[in-house]
């Protein structure tokens, strides 16, 4: 049973540029979170998917949007990169559970680099 | 607001001693308590959760962890530790009634157990 699959392992941008991540969620699961790790920290809620719709966005700006398509897989865009979003993307998947008691199992992740 | 606390940034422990590694939370309403390990360029890796009834979880690779909610505290244990237990752990904390699906979690603590 796979788990949790990232698409690129590793990325280089430079400023202003629109970057593409995509996620595989574990086999069974429907809901597609994103966070950001940025070095030396814990990560950081983007947002969450289930059914297609942003369910649920954490503080970050216009410039990062998702979408999660029919399979239940997703994208995370970031338009106009900027240096501080270099970081690692980490991609989590659940099964939506009642009262929110689903586990988040994590994909390996892919590191940003903005030059 | 909801936020998490790890007050080690390192911790180390010879093979075979116990560990602890600490957590504290502040949430609002009822917590649900999560720890992850994240080994060097990899995603995280689920051991455990809370969500109610016993206080004392135990989780994946002998790991146990114990919810004092007077302290406010979820600190992780392992009665004998293995060298392959040194990476780096994250506290994460849901606060379902207020906060939906996220997780917040803490800077993390590196384990390093020595031979």
């Known amino acids: 049973d796979a788990g949790v699959t990232q698409s690129p392992t590793h990325l280089i941008k430079t400023r202003g540029q629109q970057v593409t991540l995509r996620c595989s969620p574990k086999?069974?699961?429907?809901?597609v979170s994103w966070y950001q790790q940025a070095l030396g920290q814990g990560p950081q809620f983007i947002f969450q998917?289930?059914?297609?719709?942003?369910?649920q966005r954490g503080n970050f700006p216009d410039r990062f949007s998702g979408h999660q398509f029919p399979n239940y897989s997703s994208e995370l865009n970031v338009n106009a990169l900027l240096l501080g979003d270099s970081a690692l993307y980490l991609c989590?998947?659940?099964?939506?559970?009642?009262?929110?008691?689903?586990?988040?199992?994590f994909g390996p992740g892919t590191r940003l680099t903005v030059l | 607001a909801q936020s998490v606390a790890q007050p080690e940034d390192q911790v180390n422990v010879a093979e075979g001693n116990p560990l602890t590694v600490k957590c504290t939370y502040s949430?609002?309403?009822?917590?649900?308590l999560f720890w992850y390990v994240q080994y060097p360029n990899r995603g995280l890796q689920f051991l455990l959760k809370?969500?109610?009834?016993?206080?004392l979880v135990k989780g994946s690779y002998g790991f146990e962890a114990e919810f004092n909610k007077s302290q406010t505290s979820f600190h992780l244990k392992k009665p004998s530790a293995l060298v392959s237990d040194s990476a780096l752990y994250f506290c994460?904390?849901?606060?379902?009634?207020?906060?939906?699906?996220?997780?917040?979690f803490g800077q993390g603590t590196e384990l390093s157990v020595k031979p």
């Open positions: 989590a998947s659940s099964r939506l559970a009642e009262h929110f008691t689903d586990t988040q199992y």
């Open positions: 086999s069974g699961h429907d809901t």
């Open positions: 998917y289930y059914e297609e719709e942003e369910r």
């Open positions: 949430v609002s309403g009822n917590p649900y």
């Open positions: 809370y969500i109610t009834g016993d206080n």
């Open positions: 994460a904390v849901r606060d379902p009634y207020n906060q939906g699906g996220k997780l917040i």
